[in-house]
Structure formats: structure tokens, C-alpha cells
């Protein structure tokens, strides 16, 4: 990524399409000023709703060339059962001049026909100079970017007459860290039929790291740059979230969480780590520490809990779960199903024995907010079950304190690891 990416949407409705085969195409032209500049574009399906994004469907081509040379780039795919639209993204990077021209889409009908799609101000001759981002979406993301302007281009060649240009200057590499999404120290671990996603920072004692329900690495984004001074920060998105995908789990349990954070731990070929585990996470983490203490040296879990009861967690929470999940069911989408397992974790999960909790050798430090949605007299009970634990409740917090008071929650742990 650089300072000025630029990333403009064309919006092509495709709901007369449910099942057809599609094949866009578009031409490109890039003249670079660094080897880090291109141009492109990709395509992503969208439900009855803006960002009701049908991830599996997207799709992402190669670099394309940067020899100033007009090239035609094609992608294909079928429309999906709950698509209503079709963004196709134009993308540039870097410093250069950038044009694009001749957007074109075509269907296969049942009977095997191509068919053309009308993709309105495709070649951009409805375009002017004052308005030369007529028909395209995000153009409002352009006015922050120093260096960047559109313009419309006339090319001699009738082929191409008027096309989009774009310019950019002053672009550096956008230096960043985008946890979750870094896959520059990012891994896979295959296990258990998934591919399990982890990224690694810092050196030093390891220290684990296990966000909650629908969560993933990034959710810990305030926390790594501390840990990782002092730390070997190893951020784990967890099976069926993040990165992590998992096709063929019907159903998601901690314990199963659990087993996959033992065997990433085994390819690692380490034990006797700190493991800090948030919400959901920190469910997992009393599991892993219960049946496997030789792993967990130190053990922080902030609301956490031990079963889905309203003796646990609160009622409106679980109330709130249950409605949500009634209205996914009823959309009747296949992209709600990912969502649909883990909101049902919610009421039907954990279910860790409280006499278990004596297995736990690690020191631990058991955490919550004064208005965490787990109750205090759960949090307590939990912290009166772990041999030789710590209880600190977070006065005037959140369950979300992680996130909303990160210089307090991240000085409680590191002063609690140091100890």
C-alpha cells in the first residue's frame, strides 16, 4: 500500500443474473515513476445491501504491466445466489499516470449464449472535464490524497477516444502495520482440516494472544506495539474468524479452539508460554490451561466465563444474541451461516466444569470491567477456583476496555507478566 492509493467503484447490477457465468473486462495503461506503482482492478459481489459483502466471490488479478501500453485485462466468475450488484474497483498505486477505458461485462445464459451487459459510461465518453468520475462511487476519498488529481484523456486512437486519467505525485509507501492483515509476518498452520492464520512480532518469552467472538488479530491492534517491546507477541485469529477459515466445522466449540491453539503450539515447538486471552479468547485460554498446564506459564483472561447462563453472562446480552440470530436464519443467506455459529457460541458455549479450574498451575490474573457483560460474581468465582490467582476489577470499564482504555489494560497485564 502507499499514501496515495486510489480506489474508485463502478456499481453493475447483475439480480436478472443469479447463477450465470459473467466475464468483465476493462483496459489499462500505467506509467510508472517507482517500482512500487500500478495500476487495476478487481471485483467483489454485494447483497441487498451496501457492505453486505459476499466475500466468497472476490476476486483480484495479477500486477498488470508498466510499459504505457494499453492492456486488456480480464476476469470471470458466476453470479452468486444472494447477489443484488457487482463493484468492480479501479485501483491505482504508487506515482504514475494511470488510465482506464473500455469497461465491458457479458453473461452466459442457460442455453450457453453470451450476452452483453450494459455498463453504463463504461468508455467514459458521458464524462467532462468538470466531471470526469461520472458514474463511479468513492470519488469523495479523493480529496485528502495530496498529489492525486482525475482528468479526462484523448487518445487518438478511435479504439479508446476518451479515457479516465489519473495522476499521482508524492506517493511514499504507506509504512503502516495493519494487524490481521499483515502478511508480511503473517503464517498458515494447516491443521485439523483448516488453515489456521497467526502473525508473530517482537522477540523475547512468548506471549499468546486469543481474541473473542467474531473478533480476529486486529482486535488486538492496540495492544501488540507494547507487548512486542517485551515480548514475542504470537496473535492468533482463531478458527472460523479473521483469516482463519474454516468450511467444515458445523459446529464451533472452545475446546476445539483449544486443540488448535495446543497443536499451533506444538509446530512452534513451545510450552510454558504466556497466554492472554480477551472475552471468548479467554475462555479458550482456562480450557487450554486446564488440560494442558505444562503450556501456560502465565495466564491473563478478561470476561471470561464458564457457561452461557444468565447467572454468567447478562440476560440482555443473551436476549439480544438470540434475536439476532433469528433475524439472520430468516434472511436465509449462506453468507450468514459463519456468522449464525458464532452468535450461537454465545448461548450454548462454554461449558467448563468449575472443579477443572484447579488443574491451572499457571500464575493468572483474572480481569473484567466494572460493567462487563460477564457478572462480577461470575468473574469472582472464576478467580476463587484458580489456585493462587489474582482478581482485578477494571472500576467504571467496559468488557470492551481492551479497546477503550488500552494504556490502562496494557499496563495491567505488562505490570502483572513482571512481576
Not at 148 to 158: K, M, R
Not at 296 to 314: E, F, R, T
Not at 384 to 390: A, E, H, L, V
Given at each position: 500500500m502507499t499514501t496515495n492509493d486510489v480506489i474508485?467503484?463502478?456499481?453493475?447490477?447483475?439480480?436478472?443474473?443469479?447463477?450465470?457465468?459473467?466475464?468483465?473486462?476493462?483496459?489499462?495503461?500505467?506509467?510508472?515513476?517507482?517500482?512500487?506503482?500500478?495500476?487495476?482492478?478487481?471485483?467483489?459481489q454485494i447483497g441487498k445491501s451496501d457492505w453486505d459483502f459476499i466475500e466468497t466471490t472476490r476476486k483480484n488479478l495479477p500486477k498488470s504491466k508498466n510499459n504505457g501500453v494499453w492492456e486488456k485485462r480480464t476476469m470471470s466468475g458466476v453470479i452468486d445466489k444472494n447477489a443484488s450488484k457487482i463493484w468492480l474497483y479501479l485501483l491505482t498505486y504508487g506515482n504514475g499516470d494511470f488510465y482506464f477505458d473500455n469497461i465491458k461485462m457479458r453473461v452466459k445464459d442457460r442455453d450457453g449464449n453470451w450476452i452483453d451487459i450494459v455498463v453504463d459510461n463504461g468508455d467514459f465518453e458521458k464524462s467532462t472535464d468538470k466531471n470526469p468520475l461520472k458514474g463511479l462511487r468513492n470519488a469523495e476519498s479523493l480529496t485528502n490524497k495530496k498529489g492525486?488529481?482525475?482528468?479526462?484523456?484523448?487518445?487518438?486512437?478511435?479504439e479508446y477516444k476518451q479515457s479516465l486519467h489519473v495522476h499521482s505525485e508524492g506517493a511514499e509507501q504507506d509504512?503502516?502495520?495493519?494487524?490481521?492483515?499483515?502478511?508480511?509476518?503473517?503464517?498458515?498452520?494447516?491443521?485439523?482440516?483448516?488453515?489456521?492464520?497467526?502473525?508473530?512480532?517482537?522477540?523475547?518469552?512468548?506471549?499468546?494472544?486469543?481474541?473473542?467472538?467474531?473478533?480476529?488479530?486486529?482486535?488486538?491492534?492496540?495492544?501488540?506495539?507494547?507487548?512486542?517491546?517485551?515480548?514475542?507477541?504470537?496473535?492468533v485469529d482463531t478458527r472460523g474468524q479473521g483469516r482463519s477459515k474454516d468450511p467444515i466445522s458445523k459446529d464451533l466449540s472452545y475446546d476445539l479452539f483449544a486443540e488448535d491453539i495446543k497443536d499451533l503450539l506444538d509446530s512452534l515447538q513451545l510450552k510454558n508460554v504466556n497466554v492472554l486471552g480477551w472475552s471468548d479468547?479467554?475462555?479458550?485460554?482456562?480450557?487450554?490451561?486446564?488440560?494442558?498446564?505444562?503450556?501456560?506459564?502465565?495466564?491473563?483472561?478478561?470476561?471470561?466465563?464458564?457457561?452461557?447462563?444468565?447467572?454468567?453472562?447478562?440476560?440482555?446480552?443473551?436476549e439480544k444474541t438470540e434475536k439476532d440470530i433469528k433475524k439472520l436464519?430468516?434472511?436465509?443467506?449462506?453468507?450468514?451461516?459463519?456468522?449464525?455459529?458464532?452468535?450461537?457460541?454465545?448461548?450454548?458455549?462454554?461449558?467448563?466444569?468449575p472443579e477443572t479450574l484447579s488443574n491451572i498451575k499457571a500464575k493468572t490474573l483474572v480481569l473484567a470491567g466494572e460493567n462487563d457483560?460477564?457478572?462480577?460474581?461470575?468473574?469472582?468465582?472464576?478467580?476463587?477456583?484458580?489456585?493462587?490467582?489474582?482478581?482485578?476489577?477494571?472500576?467504571?470499564?467496559?468488557?470492551?476496555?481492551?479497546?477503550?482504555?488500552?494504556?490502562?489494560?496494557?499496563?495491567?497485564?505488562?505490570?502483572?507478566?513482571?512481576?
Open positions: 474508485l467503484v463502478k456499481e453493475i447490477n447483475v439480480k436478472k443474473y443469479i447463477g450465470w457465468a459473467y466475464e468483465i473486462t476493462a483496459e489499462i495503461r500505467s506509467s510508472t515513476h517507482n517500482d512500487f506503482g500500478n495500476a487495476n482492478f478487481s471485483a467483489l492525486v488529481s482525475t482528468s479526462l484523456f484523448i487518445d487518438q486512437n478511435p509504512k503502516r502495520i495493519f494487524y490481521g492483515n499483515n502478511l508480511s509476518t503473517g503464517k498458515y498452520l494447516k491443521i485439523n482440516g483448516i488453515k489456521l492464520y497467526y502473525e508473530v512480532y517482537g522477540t523475547g518469552e512468548p506471549l499468546l494472544l486469543l481474541h473473542g467472538n467474531g473478533g480476529s488479530i486486529n482486535s488486538f491492534s492496540k495492544q501488540i506495539p507494547d507487548f512486542a517491546q517485551k515480548y514475542k507477541v504470537i496473535a479468547g479467554g475462555n479458550t485460554g482456562l480450557i487450554l490451561a486446564s488440560k494442558y498446564p505444562e503450556y501456560v506459564k502465565n495466564l491473563i483472561v478478561m470476561g471470561a466465563n464458564l457457561n452461557p447462563s444468565d447467572l454468567a453472562v447478562k440476560k440482555k446480552t443473551l436464519m430468516a434472511e436465509n443467506k449462506e453468507s450468514n451461516i459463519p456468522i449464525i455459529r458464532l452468535l450461537e457460541m454465545v448461548l450454548k458455549e462454554p461449558n467448563i466444569n457483560e460477564i457478572l462480577e460474581n461470575h468473574t469472582r468465582l472464576i478467580a476463587k477456583r484458580i489456585p493462587n490467582s489474582n482478581l482485578y476489577i477494571f472500576k467504571g470499564e467496559t468488557h470492551f476496555v481492551v479497546t477503550e482504555n488500552p494504556a490502562l489494560f496494557n499496563k495491567t497485564v505488562l505490570d502483572f507478566l513482571q512481576k
